[in-house]
Structure formats: C-alpha cells, structure tokens
C-alpha cells in the first residue's frame, strides 16, 4: 500500500486546502476540512484516470489501496481548533508567540527540527488532557 503525505492548510479566503508535494497539481479545496480532503481525493482520482487514459497504465504514486496521510500546517491547525490561543499554545510548547503568529499567518515557516520539538510538546500536552476527567 502507498501512502501520500497531503498537508491541511487554511485557504485565502476562509476555507480549507490540501496539498501534496507527491502529485503534482494535486490540490483539493472546500469550505469545511472534510469537503476539501474529499476534493483532494477526488483530484488523486481524476490525474490517475487521466494519466492512464495517456500512458495505459497508471502512474506509480497511485494504487487502489492508496492511503492519505494528513497533516496540518499551523494555519490549518488553528483554523480547525480555534480555541487554542496562538501565544499561550506557543508558550506551551516553548516557541516564542510571536514567531508562531508568524507560523499560522504563513509569514514563516517552522523547520523540520522545529517542527518535531512542537510535535513531542504537544504529545505531552494531548497525554496531560487524556487524563483529565470531569
């Protein structure tokens, strides 16, 4: 099975993209998450049917077990959970507030190694909340 890592992000006008840097051109949009994953996957399944069309055989990212992988950019993680606030989510994971801003607006971007230090204190932070009991 073949899996596609596709990012979420926050599109321009308010709704929601996904991407991929493994098909080229494949992009899906919607107003909500889950209209934009279902264009996204129906993107995947139009360049297949249209590559086949041209080439006979289907192109080598796609096979029909295909697995998505999906992963949000920092506008697309505030922009599904509002709630959290920017600088006190920042401070949390030890990240200066003002550069994340700059990480949701997309003014900047987190290196991979930045990227995996906000990844391991989140999972601690998701640890912590799975205990919490009303």
């Known amino acids: 099975m073949k899996t ?3 990012i979420i992000e926050k599109a321009e006008d308010g709704g929601y993209g996904v991407y991929t840097k493994s098909v080229q051109g494949a992009y899906g949009y919607g107003l909500t ?3 934009a994953k279902n264009d996204f996957v129906d993107v995947l399944n139009e360049q297949a049917e249209f590559y086949k069309e041209k080439k006979g055989v289907f192109p080598e990212w796609y096979t029909e077990n295909l697995s ?3 992963k949000y950019d920092f506008s697309g993680f505030f922009k599904t959970f509002p709630f959290f606030n920017v600088s ?3 401070q949390a994971v030890g990240i200066n ?3 994340m801003r700059k990480y949701k607006e997309g003014l900047a971007f987190a290196s991979e190694k930045q990227k995996a230090t906000i ?3 989140f999972n601690e932070i998701v640890t912590k909340m799975s205990l919490v009991q009303f």
């Open 97 to 99: 507030p003002s550069l």
């Open 88 to 90: 006190q989510f920042a």
């Open 68 to 70: 998505i992988d999906y």
């Open 4 to 6: 596609i890592v596709a």
């Open 119 to 121: 990844q391991d204190k």
């Open 33 to 35: 998450e889950q209209e």
